[in-house]
T-cell receptor, first 114, second 114 residues
Framework: DGGITQSPKYLFRKEGQNVTLSCEQN?????MYWYRQDPGQGLRLIYY???????QKGDIAEGYSVSREKKESFPLTVTSAQKNPTAFYLC?????????????FGSGTQLSVL | DQQVKQNSPSLSVQEGRISILNCDYT??????FLWYKKYPAEGPTFLIS?????DKNEDGRFTVFLNKSAKHLSLHIVPSQPGDSAVYFC?????????????FGSGTQLTVLP
């Protein structure tokens, strides 16, 4: 079955630690995205990538970094510079000509700070 | 400043009745609108969309209405079923140069009572 796999489902970060969230897709989609969801708020865009080896900052990129070395993979690193990292993180993908429209989402990673 | 607002955090409806979920937006540049549905512990899934050149789009039990003058859209579910119980996100997008930006509302939790 084609889809988007996010791992781990739950992740805990210690103060000053960097953590990496994994996102893999086998839908052959060109575009991939990372969103953050906080309670009572909508999804906010962190980073997106339309093609391998290229990515752009979204609305709340500070304290995060990404890479897109392979079409299938778009890992997100939450760095120690992100002061409020506790949130639900969603990865998504779309085909090139409908990107930012019909997004396919993974099941998410809940990140909490210890 | 929230450009896409879902002012009702929750809605309860009896099975078989109509569910109406509302969404307001402030940015007149938005030209494409979407609804996503999210079950607990899963990522959102695309439900239905509408272009700003239309005022209605129907797909089975789901109909989206767009009132551009009021900057308002609504999702009607008829008849409502218990399986429709989920969080519904409204989203809006516009083209900015070569990119499209997608903005989400904060979601409405729909509960369909048997």
């Amino acid at each position: 079955d084609g889809g988007i796999t996010q791992s781990p489902k739950y992740l805990f970060r210690k103060e000053g630690q960097n953590v990496t969230l994994s996102c893999e897709q086998n839908l052959n989609h060109d575009a991939m995205y990372w969103y953050r969801q906080d309670p009572g708020q909508g999804l906010r865009l962190i980073y997106y990538s339309q093609i391998v080896n290229d990515f752009q900052k979204g609305d709340i990129a500070e304290g995060y970094s990404v890479s897109r070395e392979k079409k299938e993979s778009f890992p997100l690193t939450v760095t120690s510079a992100q002061k409020n990292p506790t949130a639900f993180y969603l990865c998504a993908s779309s085909i090139a000509d409908s990107w930012f429209e019909k997004l396919f989402f993974g099941s998410g990673t809940q990140l909490s700070v210890l | 400043d929230q450009q896409v607002k879902q002012n009702s955090p929750s809605l309860s409806v009896q099975e078989g009745r109509i569910s109406i979920l509302n969404c307001d937006y402030t940015n007149s540049m938005f030209d494409y609108f979407l609804w996503y549905k999210k079950y607990p512990a899963e990522g959102p899934t695309f439900l239905i969309s509408i272009s700003s050149i239309k005022d209605k789009n129907e797909d089975g039990r789901f109909t989206v209405f767009l009132n551009k003058s009021a900057k308002h859209l609504s999702l009607h579910i008829v008849p409502s079923q218990p399986g429709d119980s989920a969080v519904y996100f409204c989203a809006a997008s516009f083209s900015s140069g070569s990119a499209r930006q997608l903005t989400f509302g904060s979601g409405t939790q729909l509960t369909v009572l048997p």
